[in-house]
């Protein structure tokens, strides 16, 4: 037991420690801590109990050094961590040292976690991927060729990844309202959410030419976040022919605060979504990496205040794994380096309240989606908040990840 309260369904249990970055008013440097209930364990203040090999890593200003020393590293960190906030710690019995490691998250202010060097969407669910086929190219072709032999992704904007919490401004840019016409030139209509997840790469940097097989692949996930990746539809579909997302995606992505480790999502393994036909020897693994990971998006309008779930749906449901997805993004000798962020692309399931954006669920806009105090959307309006949330849970344990959020602000105006 640990002698730090876990409020009943809190997402933060001991069985999770999730990592992240914060910083108070009282202590205005950013630092790494460790979410556990209703506080965070601030790795700085206990560095002492870790081997010296660490404690750099622990009192740095980002994940990166911690994500960059590798699994055994992880490992150790996590099994210290956790044998600190047990009942008879000597954390638990120093009343002053408890006074300044332990911080309520409360008081605290959330950062990114780490300094985001490159970032990849890949564009793995089988059921948005179908979805959006049917809406533009019909049933038949619905899936493009290539989709069930490879993890279709795209290099997207690091620079504006940003953490929970931050407002997200509706973007101006070109669009094709008609058909056949001549393009124009304002603020987004069909601006939308994009429910995801995402990880975090970890290991020593890989040098240009060298492969990550997909076997070892594993060893270099950190820890999963919830994702939202906004996007303005109809300036993508005027751009994105044909080199694919551009301005339409860098407006902004959000991730949650709390990185949660591969260790603490091991109890909810599930079996890897099926595949027909069977991928290339080089995606092919059968070590178990997909994870039963519920789901939700609740959008709250300023003019009600009232959130409404609007999605729910499971990780479980991507066609690729996180082991795929890397050993594909290396295959061609591609490096990777430590804070790398790699997303799964938009997660929808089967049935029609589990999709996970707003093209879906209004099915193009055909379709207005009800709200709370009597509002719809087909998409989002202005002073819109958005907000994802994720967690597993068996019955006798819940493992979560806070939640994901962002506030939509009106388009500024040219002048």
Not at 72 to 91: D, F, K, M, Q
Not at 122 to 138: E, K, L, P, W
Not at 278 to 291: A, G, I, T, V, W
Not at 324 to 332: D, E, L, N
Request: with cysteine; glycine share 10%; proline share 8%.
């Amino acid at each position: 037991m640990s002698f730090v309260s876990v409020p009943q369904g809190s997402d933060f249990p001991l069985e999770n420690l999730p990592y992240g970055v914060f910083s108070t008013s009282a202590k205005p440097t950013a630092r790494i801590g460790v979410a556990i209930g209703e506080k965070i364990l601030d790795l700085a203040e206990v560095a002492q109990f870790y081997p010296e090999n660490l404690r750099a890593a622990l009192g740095a200003t980002v994940l990166n050094d911690l994500m960059a020393l590798g699994c055994e590293a992880w490992a150790e960190v996590r099994r210290i961590t956790r044998e600190l906030l047990l009942t008879g710690s000597p954390l638990h019995k120093d009343a002053a040292l408890q006074t300044r490691a332990l911080v309520a998250q409360s008081d605290a202010k959330m950062h990114l976690p780490a300094n985001i060097g490159d970032y990849t969407d890949f564009y793995s669910s089988i059921h948005h991927a179908t979805n959006v086929g049917v809406m533009f190219r019909g049933k038949e072709n619905a899936l493009m060729p290539n989709w069930k032999h490879l993890p279709v992704g795209y290099h997207g904007r690091a620079s504006s990844v940003v953490v929970s919490g931050t407002p997200i401004r509706r973007p101006y840019g070109q669009t094709l309202p008609v058909d056949g016409a001549d393009p124009a030139f304002g603020p987004c209509r069909l601006f939308d959410f994009e429910l995801e997840m995402a990880f975090l790469v970890g290991g020593p940097p890989t040098q240009l030419g060298e492969r990550v097989p997909v076997g070892e692949a594993a060893k270099r996930v950190f820890g999963f976040v919830l994702m939202n990746d906004w996007s303005a539809r109809d300036i993508q579909k005027w751009e994105y022919v044909p080199l694919g997302p551009f301005t339409a995606k860098n407006l902004g992505t959000t991730i949650s605060p709390w990185v949660v480790p591969v260790a603490a999502l091991e109890p909810f393994l599930v079996d890897n979504f099926p595949q027909d036909p069977q991928p290339f020897p080089y995606l092919r693994h059968e070590q178990k990496f997909n994870f039963d990971i519920k789901l939700e998006v609740d959008i709250k309008p300023s003019s009600t205040g009232v959130a409404t779930t609007v999605c729910r749906s499971n990780y479980r449901n991507l066609y690729w794994t996180a082991l795929q997805q890397i050993a594909h993004h290396t295959v061609t000798g591609c490096n990777l380096k430590p804070g790398d962020l790699m997303a799964s692309g938009t997660i929808s399931g089967d049935a029609s309240d589990s999709f996970g954006s707003m093209l879906e669920l209004s099915w193009k806009g055909t379709k207005p989606v009800p709200l709370g105090g009597g509002e719809t959307r087909k998409f989002l309006q202005d002073n819109d908040e958005v907000i994802v949330r994720g967690h597993c849970s068996n019955g006798d344990l819940r493992i979560g990840f806070g939640s994901c959020h962002g506030l939509v602000l009106p388009a500024t105006p040219f002048e």
